[in-house]
């Protein structure tokens, strides 16, 4: 039996890394659009601080406050792992590191894990829900030591 994932789901596979890529560029432009934009209509983020933020508008809104408001840093992200529960769903789990404004190296407190929710309408991937977690790795620091590691060697 060939267990290699057919053309098409090969396609898929790099269709939501390259939104996922592409919503990483988005932040580290400071474009509230851009970001917003690659969220259906009622998507949903999670911020690293927890707050929720529910449809493109919201999403909108509130980055452009952000980006208005406070020098955000810039995204270092790897993906670790897409899944397909159906042709038109997608699972994707991955790290990133934050460089702080005004620094050239990554910042272990900023280290997160990212989740990203992905459907497929018309032919098109867009983010239904995405979650940044801080990867705090309470009392195994030498996990949090190995990730900034790993992700320090995309920079």
Do not use: C
Request: charge should be negative; avoid cysteine; charged fraction near 20%.
């Amino acid at each position: 039996m060939d267990t290699r994932p057919s053309k098409t789901a090969h396609a898929a596979q790099h269709q939501v890394h390259d939104l996922y890529r592409e919503l990483l560029h988005q932040w580290n432009a400071k474009s509230a659009k851009g970001f917003s934009d690659l969220f259906h209509e009622q998507g949903w983020a999670v911020g690293f601080d927890g707050s929720e933020l529910k449809g493109r508008e919201g999403i909108f809104g509130e980055l452009s406050r952000v980006f208005k408001d406070h020098q955000t840093g810039t995204y270092v992200g790897m993906v670790k792992e897409v899944r397909f529960p159906n042709a038109d769903t997608a699972l994707l789990h991955a790290v990133a590191g934050m460089i702080p404004a005004g620094e050239n190296y990554i910042n272990p407190g900023l280290n997160a894990i990212q989740t990203l929710v992905a459907s497929k309408i018309k032919n098109e991937w867009r983010i239904e829900l995405f979650q940044n977690t801080p990867a705090q790795f309470h009392g195994r620091p030498e996990l949090a030591v190995a990730l900034t590691a790993e992700l320090a060697a995309l920079i």
